[in-house]
């Protein structure tokens, strides 16, 4: 496989701003994000890793929630995650959402379990289930292609790493809504959103 040196170059100063301790890595599977064809990777450290019931202060008119299946790396262990992404544009060029951390703002993990079963993954605001669809069975393939991409900044998926592994479901949210991710026999994490503190 070769990777477009755009793409590895955008990765490279991602990851020159990362701040705080490893948590693992995200994919971005979106058209906004890919250069040459391939996926994208972000990084996941402690400053944006929040807890199931916290709450997120953000006045981002762009504020969206992803459901997605996270992986822990060298075990056979998933379970559901929900991310926070800003879709504000930027410059409108993928190496821009690259080098910006592919929208990253904030993450939040349900207890993990062995086993990935076939799951619906929904995301739920205030109540209400807003999308629903099935998520992946086999992330083999995209997890190889984002470890090529790590590798080749030279660095590489170290054991006990969280994956999330790209959105089923995506739904915008805005302050004083509570958003959970629900992934069935995988797992649920709700967070709240308020406005930014002054």
Known sequence: MTLDPRLVAAVSRQLERRRG????????????????????????TSPSR????????????HLHADAEVA????TDRYGAALELVDLAPLD??????????VFHRA????????????????LIVNG??????PAPTDLSRRLADA??????????????DLVITGSVVQVPVAPGDEVTAD?????AVTLRVSSAPD
């Open 147 to 160: 470890e090529a991409l790590v590798a080749a900044v030279g660095e590489g998926f170290e054991p006990g």
């Open 183 to 187: 992934l069935g026999e995988l797992g």
């Open 92 to 101: 409108g060029e993928p190496d821009s959402v690259v080098a910006a951390n």
């Open 107 to 122: 993450v939040a993990f349900s207890a993990l379990r062995t086993g990935l079963p076939f799951v619906e993954a929904r």
């Open 71 to 74: 992986v822990e790396i060298g």
């Open 128 to 133: 209400e289930v807003r999308a629903a669809a």
């Open 50 to 61: 929040l807890h199931d019931g916290d709450t997120f202060h953000d006045g981002s008119p």
């Open 21 to 44: 301790d490893r948590v693992g890595w995200k994919l971005g599977m979106g058209d906004r994000e890919r250069i040459g064809g391939h996926i994208a990777v972000g990084h996941l």
